[in-house]
């Protein structure tokens, strides 16, 4: 499985950005998705799922400010991302959102600084 990420870039706080996931093969709709991501100096940490029956689960720390959605069509798994603050600040992965996960991909840069 290849996992390209795309749509990161400089904000500024309060600002928004949309996150996009290709994934090689069409698993999207058959594999819960979740976004991740890795802050400088931190571990990778989990931010959201979107799973097989269409719920969503989000960190507390983006709860209400993020949004996870998936396009089966397109194998495409998105990642909204509204009210941003300067802690969000990271490169953002997507990968399976439960179990085995597949190698990484190389991620895209978030990073929210006036």
């Known amino acids: 499985v290849q996992l390209v990420e795309s749509g990161g870039g400089l904000v500024q706080p309060g600002g928004s950005l949309r996150l996009s996931c290709a994934v090689s093969?069409?698993?999207?709709?058959?594999?819960?998705m979740g976004w991740y991501r890795q802050a400088p100096g931190k571990q990778r940490e989990w931010v959201a799922t979107?799973?097989?029956?269409?719920?969503?689960n989000y960190a507390d720390s983006v709860k209400g400010r993020f949004t996870i959605s998936r396009d089966n069509a397109k194998n495409t798994v998105y990642l909204r991302m509204d009210n941003l603050k300067r802690e969000d600040t990271a490169v953002y992965y997507c990968?399976?959102?439960?179990?085995?996960?597949?190698?990484w991909g190389q991620g895209t840069q978030v990073t929210v600084s006036s």
């Open positions: 979107f799973t097989t029956d269409g719920s969503t």
């Open positions: 093969g069409s698993i999207v709709s058959i594999n819960a």
């Open positions: 990968n399976r959102g439960f179990g085995i996960l597949w190698d």
